[in-house]
């Protein structure tokens, strides 16, 4: 097939490993966020949605390590290894204005 030919009627099977049962690719607007590998995207550089995730993750676990009975280090350990893993992890391809890290 070449360049500028007709692909009306053409059809790509794809399988998932050794199954060979045809996989459903799902289309996404080109605008609208996509969640890969943890960390929602958006070509268009809105991360309101990665940013309102953050906030919530950032909350929750401040919540939950408040009331848990874990001791000072402990909690320290959880801070370090959990809390700031997840949190730095989604910075590196996302575009935060300084006041928005400001929460």
């Avoid at 009306?8 to 998932?16: D, F, H, K, Y």
């Avoid at 929750?60 to 997840?86: D, W």
Wanted: proline share 3%; with cysteine; glycine share 6%.
């Amino acid at each position: 097939m070449s360049i500028g030919e007709d692909f009306e009627g053409a059809t790509i099977n794809l399988t998932n490993g050794k199954d060979t049962e045809a996989a459903r690719i799902e289309r996404k607007e080109v605008t609208k966020e996509h969640k890969t590998l943890g960390v929602w995207i958006t070509p268009t550089g809105d991360f309101s949605r990665e940013h309102r995730k953050q906030v919530e993750y950032d909350r929750s676990f401040g919540r939950r390590l408040m009331v848990s009975n874990f001791a000072p280090e402990l909690c320290r350990l959880s801070y370090s290894m959990q809390y700031i893993a997840a949190m730095t992890y989604a910075l590196p391809v996302t575009t935060f204005e300084e006041k928005e890290l400001k929460v």
